[in-house]
């Protein structure tokens, strides 16, 4: 049964799907059920893949890693996610930007994760 927000990913093709709406039904891609994709569980540098949320003037800013995460073509974060109140706002980065968000979000408490393209998902 999936949950809201829990994140799947397809094994075959690579399709990542977040779930909105919680239901019954399995998610199926290319044939086959797509994969619940846990969070801080990928081995790899713990330090790079983190978020760390700052609360700043006007919003939330927030950077993967305490060591700058690389953003080049073959590894780097797809997108970052704050989430709030109920509410959930995402960033969607590239290769070559840096790995950071700005939200200009008013909230006392936020949870953030983040999407590396070769480890995984990670909350803070």
Same mark, same amino acid.
């Given at each position: 049964?999936? +949950? ?8 075959v ?6 779930v909105?709406t919680g239901? @019954?039904?399995? !998610?199926?891609?290319?044939? &086959? @059920? ?5 969070e801080? %569980?990928? @081995?790899?540098a &713990?330090?790079?893949?983190? *978020?760390?949320? %700052? +609360? ?5 800013e ?8 690389p953003?080049?073509?073959k =590894?780097?974060?797809e997108?970052?996610e704050?989430?709030t109140?109920?509410t959930?706002?995402k960033?969607?980065l +590239? *290769?070559g930007q840096? *790995? +950071?968000?700005?939200? *200009?979000?008013e909230? @006392? %408490?936020v949870t953030?994760r983040?999407?590396c393209?070769? =480890?995984? !998902?990670?909350?803070?």
């Amino acid at each position: 049964m999936a +949950k809201r927000l829990e994140v799947y990913k397809c094994k075959v093709c690579g399709n990542i799907v977040e779930v909105m709406t919680g239901g @019954d039904g399995a !998610l199926v891609c290319c044939g &086959q @059920d797509m994969v619940l994709m846990s969070e801080n %569980t990928v @081995d790899a540098a &713990q330090e790079k893949h983190v *978020p760390v949320a %700052t +609360k700043v003037s006007g919003g939330w800013e927030v950077v993967v890693g305490s060591v700058p995460h690389p953003m080049e073509e073959k =590894h780097y974060i797809e997108w970052i996610e704050l989430n709030t109140n109920g509410t959930s706002y995402k960033v969607f980065l +590239k *290769p070559g930007q840096e *790995p +950071k968000a700005f939200f *200009p979000v008013e909230a @006392d %408490t936020v949870t953030v994760r983040e999407y590396c393209n070769l =480890h995984g !998902l990670w909350k803070s």
